[in-house]
């Protein structure tokens, strides 16, 4: 195995001052999600969450987002998983996306809640069929014997709800409220470009952090 410590990059694709960033978070925020879309990053949607369980450790994973609007910044996902356990416990979150390619990190924080039941729908609605019959399927975060398992919850979901399965009632979106950002460009000599945005009572107010 190499030696971690030895390994090395030079940041040099990109810079981030506050003139880019004039018209706040979110559009620049989609700016920057339609050029790494533009530029085929792989999985432009891909983000990090972050959570805290009751016991006061945090947990992270990868979802999609499916999204991104005034409201909020949207995901689904089962409900009864680790993930919904800790939100239901603390309904806080962070995000995080990583476009690699293009040396740009966005990390944003804030108060979550559930979609409705109608956006729920919606969306799962437009899933293709065997992801709707897999949210059937799969007991999200829970311990099973086999992939065996999945496979025959799967096959009998199939027969249970046929061609156009229901949305299960354990099933569903989430949408953070962002109350804070922070976008990262990497530059060279690890002098890097951080803006952060706080979201207080008179709007967005904006900084430039140290890197």
């Not at 006061?56 to 909020?72: A, F, I, Y």
């Not at 729920?120 to 709707?132: E, G, I, M, N």
Request: overall charge neutral; charged content about 30%; aromatic content about 10%.
């Amino acid at each position: 195995m190499s030696k971690l410590s030895d390994f090395r990059k030079s940041y040099e694709l990109g810079e981030l001052d506050e003139a880019e960033a004039a018209d706040g978070p979110l559009a620049l925020f989609n700016r920057w999600m339609e050029e790494a879309i533009a530029h085929d990053v792989s999985e432009p949607t891909a983000m990090t969450l972050a959570t805290v369980g009751a016991d006061d450790r945090p947990s992270t994973r990868v979802v999609l987002l499916k999204g991104c609007d005034g409201r909020g910044f949207v995901w689904f996902t089962n409900y009864e998983s680790r993930k919904g356990e800790e939100l239901a416990h603390r309904p806080f979150a962070a995000l995080q996306f990583h476009w690699v390619e293009m040396e740009r990190v966005v990390r944003i924080e804030g108060r979550v809640e559930k979609t409705s039941a109608q956006e729920s729908d919606d969306y799962f609605k437009s899933r293709p069929l065997d992801s709707r019959l897999g949210a059937w399927a799969s007991p999200q975060s829970r311990v099973i014997s086999s992939r065996g398992v999945l496979v025959a919850n799967a096959a009998k979901a199939a027969v249970q709800h046929g061609l156009n399965p229901e949305r299960p009632p354990h099933w569903g979106g989430y949408r953070l409220l962002p109350d804070r950002f922070e976008f990262w460009q990497g530059r060279r000599s690890r002098l890097h470009d951080r803006l952060r945005f706080t979201l207080g009572d008179d709007g967005w107010a904006r900084d430039r952090l140290a890197p």
